[in-house]
């Protein structure tokens, strides 16, 4: 006898013999001689249930193996005898279980069967004691190919008691009741709003604490007009039903279910609305699919085989919409039971459980296509894809889309019928999606969709990759591999492992953010390669060059410092003549320590870019032809020094004694200046640059002679992006081309006075108003649009405000102002405190520039340990030395204990005088009519002299600038509620939020009800 009562690993025990009359074996462990016998695969049961074994063909002394080959920690094994098998012997493996709703289908193992046939017993009695199978109705079945064998006729929601037999007048199993279930038919709907009408329901909470329960506590059932009704859902709850929460410390795995009669139908559609929070992957819902005699565990999910949703999680608070696309190849003419089930651990979880309302099961009589296959061939300059599918409906027309991975729009084929298509004149190098529609004549499929990543076209010089993103990740021309270069000085591409240490990264090295590719060379096993595509370098009829920025800096991404070389370090740039197959020293050059190329020293790399010039020619000074791939390896042997390796800026182009210039830096920026610096790669000393504006043709850019390194850029103006290159007048003549061009942006021009900021014009959290700066900002330095729930954190006019966080030493700049010098001025700032101690220091400083590099003084009295919970003022009065452009920053300081300082209303005013901001006065009489089932038109009266409003949808929605106090959104949800959402703006400041609420009317209702709800002041809530 066994049981197996997990559906994790359902075990699988194997019995295997041998005849060992005249040998034994060296091992009990050892059953490599031994014959199988017979495999059983084990259904879950809380019950023992009998197996047994036939025999029949060993006599004499017989060695018998039991082997677990699918182990699991459920299985249970009792009661083992070897017996001889009588004439008629016992039936085992006896199961009954429903399959409509007035049939039951019955099944027998047949191992031990001989050619008896079996004999079932069925009927009703009073109890199961009570009923006799010798005097039952019958039925025999003796050819086992007839199994399962359905009995009908029976009454639905009536109880039968069956029992099977040898059919020779063997003894009968022990009786098993069963009661006829209410079954469904597709298409089916239950919305659970008439609890009478629920007899398919079957609830199965077995001793849990939380359980499913029916009621009106929730519901998502709306009535004509959109309004939500009084009607009823499925719920979790703790309490018998009486609130949807539950227990989050008491674990459950309860059910609800109903009997699905599928029909013949190619697919099916099963949608649910579902609101609930729970935990991750520990509280949650999940609904299966099941065969009518899998057991429903308390202690254990069933097998995600039969699931047919993913873990159903948090829905965020509202009630969403659940699709399950059902394949009709797999469930078409069968009988299934639709399982909803709701588990949770002993832990933590958040309000509320899951609550189910409005199933509905419908077929789909146009369904996808399947097995949905791209295969890409090169077109001679173009890549062609085709498509092939199988199609269920055989509708022979379709509806064939394609775009790259990333893009919005879709490009449409309609009236194709061929399978296999071919899509023509993709480009190389790009992941494609692509997906299909069939049209039937009973309507249209969902589509099916595919990707594909199409081949990598050899490049041409010139080529440049300035890495703007990584070009390891999908979809990717580029190589990389592990391996250590060999003794040889030659390594196998093929003999490469992954992954590689090779990536992207944007950290600054030297000043310079752009993006590149790094590598940390450090420890024993640094050995990793990163390859290009393929170049195509021609006949030889022009000599190329490789050039490539390097450099190296101490480890990590915090900080910006000079390397320490190790000397087992290298780094190599590698030629491959083969096109990638095998690269080797012959072609290469090696950057090392205390070898014979003292040119090419590891130790000289640093945080300043190396430009390396790889004159693309063999030993013997002939052009290197042909299709080539590039490396870049980077090795460390020995656990000593620790640093990150560079590469930018690569190029592939014509040779040239003239270099260009690299490493174009751009610093000291203003609002209309700046400082460019560069490297010379040769000896000149004249260049050339050419700037433009964003979105400018440097072609057609004048060139501008310069004679001195940094180039002093004047003249510019303010808050406009440039972008500058810079070229070499060599001294034979010669013109080099162009550095890689690198662009920057002036600061904003000096703000007029009076000046005052209250925040109010950031509109997400962490942004600056215009032309400001902030040390750490979003870390230490801290912007607002709502008031917070703890620690004062407010705003002391409108809603937006900014903070300093414990631990602080930052600033935030003022926009850049032309003060005069000799004249006085003033400068304020409300600020208050969490009332915790800490906050070491709050003062102002005047600085000539926006970085904490620029501070000139402190200005009025530094503030030490404030500890204040209202709003107090800091005022300085000060006089500039002399004339000049200026910034003012408020600096504060504190150590870890206290939580956050936080900052509003900043002015500055020549003068004495202080300037309070002026309130932005709410919007009134908000109100929402002509609501349709897709748009609703907000109107409101200005509270003030106020020209422009925001508007958004919901307390997350994207804020919309307006010039009218009308707005109609659209593209809404037909009989949904929503609350709209308008505030003032002033110009330096808004005012509160102020909302309304509306439902959309339900589909098909002319003329909707207008609902007006007074406006409301709103905070947004701060989420836990």
């Given at each position: 006898m066994a049981r197996?009562?997990?559906?994790?690993?359902?075990?699988?025990?194997?019995?295997?013999?041998?005849?060992?009359?005249?040998?034994?074996?060296?091992?009990?462990?050892?059953?490599?001689?031994?014959?199988?016998?017979?495999?059983?695969?084990?259904?879950?049961?809380?019950?023992?249930?009998?197996?047994?074994?036939?025999?029949?063909?060993?006599?004499?002394?017989?060695?018998?193996?039991?082997?677990?080959?699918?182990?699991?920690?459920?299985?249970?094994?009792?009661?083992?005898?070897?017996?001889?098998?009588?004439?008629?012997?016992?039936?085992?493996?006896?199961?009954?279980?429903?399959?409509?709703?007035?049939?039951?289908?019955?099944?027998?193992?047949t191992d031990n069967s001989g050619d008896h046939g079996w004999t079932v017993a069925y009927g009703q009695a009073e109890s199961i004691d009570a009923f006799d199978p010798t005097s039952a109705e019958t039925v025999t079945v003796y050819d086992a190919e007839e199994l399962p064998y359905v009995i009908d006729g029976l009454n639905t929601g009536e109880t039968y008691y069956f029992a099977a037999q040898h059919a020779c007048d063997g003894a009968f199993t022990s009786p098993v009741a069963l009661t006829i279930p209410a079954t469904v038919t597709v298409p089916w709907y239950q919305n659970f709003d008439d609890a009478e009408n629920m007899a398919e329901i079957i609830i199965d909470n077995n001793d849990a604490v939380n359980q499913w329960h029916h009621g009106t506590i929730v519901n998502n059932t709306v009535d004509e007009a959109g309004i939500p009704t009084s009607g009823g859902a499925m719920y979790i709850s703790e309490n018998n039903g009486t609130t949807n929460t539950y227990n989050t410390t008491s674990a459950s795995t309860v059910y609800f279910s109903t009997i699905v009669e599928f029909d013949e139908s190619l697919g099916y559609i099963l949608t649910f609305d579902r609101n609930q929070a729970g935990q991750t992957t520990y509280d949650y819902t999940r609904v299966y699919l099941l065969d009518l005699d899998e057991e429903l565990s308390s202690s254990t999910v069933p097998n995600v085989a039969n699931a047919v949703t993913d873990i159903l999680q948090t829905t965020n608070g509202v009630w969403v919409t659940d699709t399950v696309i059902l394949d009709g190849s797999y469930y078409a003419n069968t009988t299934k039971k639709l399982v909803f089930m709701w588990t949770n651990n002993t832990y933590t979880g958040t309000q509320p459980p899951a609550a189910i309302d409005n199933i509905r099961l419908e077929a789909q009589n146009c369904v996808a296509v399947n097995n949905l296959g791209l295969s890409v061939y090169d077109a001679d300059g173009s890549v062609n894809v085709t498509v092939q599918f199988e199609d269920p409906n055989e509708s022979g027309d379709y509806i064939i889309e394609y775009k790259a991975s990333g893009d919005a729009a879709w490009t449409t084929l309609t009236n194709i019928s061929d399978n296999p298509y071919t899509i023509e004149g993709l480009a190389y190098e790009t992941i494609y999606d692509v997906r299909v529609q069939a049209l039937c004549s009973e309507g249209s499929s969902i589509f099916n969709?595919?990707?594909?990543?199409?081949?990598?076209?050899?490049?041409?010089?010139?080529?440049?990759?300035?890495?703007?993103?990584?070009?390891?990740?999908?979809?990717?021309?580029?190589?990389?591999?592990?391996?250590?270069?060999?003794?040889?000085?030659?390594?196998?591409?093929?003999?490469?492992?992954?992954?590689?240490?090779?990536?992207?990264?944007?950290?600054?090295?030297?000043?310079?953010?752009?993006?590149?590719?790094?590598?940390?060379?450090?420890?024993?096993?640094?050995?990793?390669?990163?390859?290009?595509?393929?170049?195509?370098?021609?006949?030889?009829?022009?000599?190329?060059?490789?050039?490539?920025?390097?450099?190296?800096?101490?480890?990590?991404?915090?900080?910006?410092?000079?390397?320490?070389?190790?000397?087992?370090?290298?780094?190599?740039?590698?030629?491959?003549?083969?096109?990638?197959?095998?690269?080797?020293?012959?072609?290469?050059?090696?950057?090392?320590?205390?070898?014979?190329?003292?040119?090419?020293?590891?130790?000289?790399?640093?945080?300043?870019?190396?430009?390396?010039?790889?004159?693309?020619?063999?030993?013997?000074?002939?052009?290197?032809?042909?299709?080539?791939?590039?490396?870049?390896?980077?090795?460390?042997?020995?656990?000593?020094?620790?640093?990150?390796?560079?590469?930018?800026?690569?190029?592939?182009?014509?040779?040239?004694?003239?270099?260009?210039?690299y490493g174009v830096t751009v610093s000291n920026i203003g609002y209309n200046s700046a400082n460019v610096s560069f490297v010379e790669a040769g000896e000149a000393t004249e260049w050339e640059y050419v700037l433009v504006e964003e979105g400018g043709d440097m072609e057609m850019a004048d060139a501008v002679a310069v004679y001195e390194n940094p180039i002093e850029l004047t003249g510019l103006d303010a808050l406009t992006t440039y972008t500058i290159a810079v070229r070499s007048i060599c001294s034979d003549g010669s013109i080099s081309s162009w550095s890689m061009?690198?662009?920057?942006?002036?600061?904003?021009?000096?703000?007029?006075?009076?000046?005052?900021?209250?925040?109010?014009s950031i509109t997400i959290n962490n942004e600056l108003p215009a032309c400001m700066e902030a040390t750490s900002l979003g870390n230490k330095v801290l912007t607002y649009t709502s008031a917070q729930s703890n620690y004062n954190r407010a705003a002391r006019t409108g809603t937006n405000f900014a903070s300093f966080k414990w631990s602080c030493n930052d600033y935030i700049f003022t926009p850049l102002f032309e003060l005069t010098g000799g004249i006085e001025y003033t400068f304020a700032f409300w600020y208050i405190t969490d009332g915790n101690n800490g906050w070491t220091t709050l003062e102002a400083k005047l600085c000539s520039g926006q970085t904490e590099s620029d501070i000139l003084s402190t200005i009025g009295t530094a503030i030490t340990s404030p500890t204040n919970e209202t709003y107090q003022q800091y005022v300085a009065t000060f006089t500039p030395e002399e004339d000049g452009v200026y910034s003012i920053a408020i600096h504060c300081v504190a150590i870890v204990s206290p939580y956050y300082l936080s900052i509003d209303d900043l002015s500055l005013t020549e003068g004495g005088e202080v300037i309070e901001p002026e309130p932005c006065a709410e919007p009134t009489d908000l109100t929402v009519e002509n609501i349709t089932e897709t748009t609703a038109e907000l109107t409101w009266t200005a509270g003030g002299s106020e020209s422009s409003w925001q508007v958004r949808l919901g307390e997350d929605g994207e804020a919309v600038d307006v010039t009218a106090t009308s707005h109609t959104f659209t593209e809404l949800t037909a009989g949904t509620q929503y609350t709209a959402y308008v505030r003032a703006n002033c110009g330096e400041s808004y005012s509160s939020w102020v909302s309304v609420a509306f439902t959309t009317a339900s589909e098909g209702v002319v003329n909707p009800v207008v609902t007006t709800v007074a406006a409301s002041n709103v905070r947004r809530r701060r989420r836990p």
């Amino acid at each position: 006898m066994a049981r197996a009562t997990s559906a994790t690993n359902a075990p699988v025990l194997k019995i295997y013999a041998k005849d060992v009359s005249s040998e034994d074996i060296s091992s009990a462990a050892d059953t490599s001689s031994f014959t199988l016998v017979q495999t059983i695969p084990f259904t879950m049961s809380e019950n023992y249930q009998l197996y047994e074994v036939d025999l029949s063909d060993y006599s004499g002394n017989t060695r018998l193996a039991l082997v677990i080959n699918q182990p699991s920690s459920s299985l249970y094994l009792d009661s083992l005898v070897v017996s001889a098998m009588p004439d008629c012997p016992d039936l085992y493996g006896f199961t009954v279980y429903p399959v409509s709703s007035t049939g039951v289908e019955f099944n027998v193992n047949t191992d031990n069967s001989g050619d008896h046939g079996w004999t079932v017993a069925y009927g009703q009695a009073e109890s199961i004691d009570a009923f006799d199978p010798t005097s039952a109705e019958t039925v025999t079945v003796y050819d086992a190919e007839e199994l399962p064998y359905v009995i009908d006729g029976l009454n639905t929601g009536e109880t039968y008691y069956f029992a099977a037999q040898h059919a020779c007048d063997g003894a009968f199993t022990s009786p098993v009741a069963l009661t006829i279930p209410a079954t469904v038919t597709v298409p089916w709907y239950q919305n659970f709003d008439d609890a009478e009408n629920m007899a398919e329901i079957i609830i199965d909470n077995n001793d849990a604490v939380n359980q499913w329960h029916h009621g009106t506590i929730v519901n998502n059932t709306v009535d004509e007009a959109g309004i939500p009704t009084s009607g009823g859902a499925m719920y979790i709850s703790e309490n018998n039903g009486t609130t949807n929460t539950y227990n989050t410390t008491s674990a459950s795995t309860v059910y609800f279910s109903t009997i699905v009669e599928f029909d013949e139908s190619l697919g099916y559609i099963l949608t649910f609305d579902r609101n609930q929070a729970g935990q991750t992957t520990y509280d949650y819902t999940r609904v299966y699919l099941l065969d009518l005699d899998e057991e429903l565990s308390s202690s254990t999910v069933p097998n995600v085989a039969n699931a047919v949703t993913d873990i159903l999680q948090t829905t965020n608070g509202v009630w969403v919409t659940d699709t399950v696309i059902l394949d009709g190849s797999y469930y078409a003419n069968t009988t299934k039971k639709l399982v909803f089930m709701w588990t949770n651990n002993t832990y933590t979880g958040t309000q509320p459980p899951a609550a189910i309302d409005n199933i509905r099961l419908e077929a789909q009589n146009c369904v996808a296509v399947n097995n949905l296959g791209l295969s890409v061939y090169d077109a001679d300059g173009s890549v062609n894809v085709t498509v092939q599918f199988e199609d269920p409906n055989e509708s022979g027309d379709y509806i064939i889309e394609y775009k790259a991975s990333g893009d919005a729009a879709w490009t449409t084929l309609t009236n194709i019928s061929d399978n296999p298509y071919t899509i023509e004149g993709l480009a190389y190098e790009t992941i494609y999606d692509v997906r299909v529609q069939a049209l039937c004549s009973e309507g249209s499929s969902i589509f099916n969709y595919a990707s594909i990543n199409t081949a990598c076209m050899p490049l041409s010089p010139p080529w440049v990759e300035t890495f703007e993103s990584d070009v390891t990740s999908t979809p990717t021309c580029w190589g990389e591999g592990d391996g250590l270069l060999t003794a040889t000085g030659t390594i196998q591409t093929s003999s490469l492992t992954t992954p590689s240490g090779w990536a992207y990264s944007d950290v600054a090295v030297g000043g310079i953010t752009d993006g590149r590719m790094k590598l940390n060379v450090f420890g024993t096993a640094t050995r990793d390669w990163l390859i290009t595509p393929s170049i195509d370098l021609g006949d030889g009829s022009t000599v190329y060059q490789l050039a490539v920025d390097v450099m190296l800096k101490d480890y990590g991404a915090s900080n910006d410092n000079d390397p320490d070389p190790a000397p087992d370090d290298r780094f190599g740039i590698f030629v491959s003549t083969d096109n990638g197959t095998t690269f080797s020293t012959a072609n290469a050059i090696i950057f090392a320590d205390g070898d014979e190329d003292t040119e090419h020293n590891y130790s000289d790399l640093g945080r300043t870019p190396t430009r390396v010039i790889y004159k693309l020619v063999d030993a013997d000074d002939n052009p290197i032809t042909g299709q080539v791939k590039f490396a870049f390896y980077g090795e460390s042997t020995v656990t000593n020094g620790d640093n990150d390796l560079f590469i930018d800026n690569i190029e592939v182009s014509a040779w040239t004694e003239c270099q260009a210039p690299y490493g174009v830096t751009v610093s000291n920026i203003g609002y209309n200046s700046a400082n460019v610096s560069f490297v010379e790669a040769g000896e000149a000393t004249e260049w050339e640059y050419v700037l433009v504006e964003e979105g400018g043709d440097m072609e057609m850019a004048d060139a501008v002679a310069v004679y001195e390194n940094p180039i002093e850029l004047t003249g510019l103006d303010a808050l406009t992006t440039y972008t500058i290159a810079v070229r070499s007048i060599c001294s034979d003549g010669s013109i080099s081309s162009w550095s890689m061009p690198v662009s920057f942006t002036t600061k904003c021009a000096p703000s007029e006075l009076p000046w005052t900021e209250g925040f109010e014009s950031i509109t997400i959290n962490n942004e600056l108003p215009a032309c400001m700066e902030a040390t750490s900002l979003g870390n230490k330095v801290l912007t607002y649009t709502s008031a917070q729930s703890n620690y004062n954190r407010a705003a002391r006019t409108g809603t937006n405000f900014a903070s300093f966080k414990w631990s602080c030493n930052d600033y935030i700049f003022t926009p850049l102002f032309e003060l005069t010098g000799g004249i006085e001025y003033t400068f304020a700032f409300w600020y208050i405190t969490d009332g915790n101690n800490g906050w070491t220091t709050l003062e102002a400083k005047l600085c000539s520039g926006q970085t904490e590099s620029d501070i000139l003084s402190t200005i009025g009295t530094a503030i030490t340990s404030p500890t204040n919970e209202t709003y107090q003022q800091y005022v300085a009065t000060f006089t500039p030395e002399e004339d000049g452009v200026y910034s003012i920053a408020i600096h504060c300081v504190a150590i870890v204990s206290p939580y956050y300082l936080s900052i509003d209303d900043l002015s500055l005013t020549e003068g004495g005088e202080v300037i309070e901001p002026e309130p932005c006065a709410e919007p009134t009489d908000l109100t929402v009519e002509n609501i349709t089932e897709t748009t609703a038109e907000l109107t409101w009266t200005a509270g003030g002299s106020e020209s422009s409003w925001q508007v958004r949808l919901g307390e997350d929605g994207e804020a919309v600038d307006v010039t009218a106090t009308s707005h109609t959104f659209t593209e809404l949800t037909a009989g949904t509620q929503y609350t709209a959402y308008v505030r003032a703006n002033c110009g330096e400041s808004y005012s509160s939020w102020v909302s309304v609420a509306f439902t959309t009317a339900s589909e098909g209702v002319v003329n909707p009800v207008v609902t007006t709800v007074a406006a409301s002041n709103v905070r947004r809530r701060r989420r836990p």
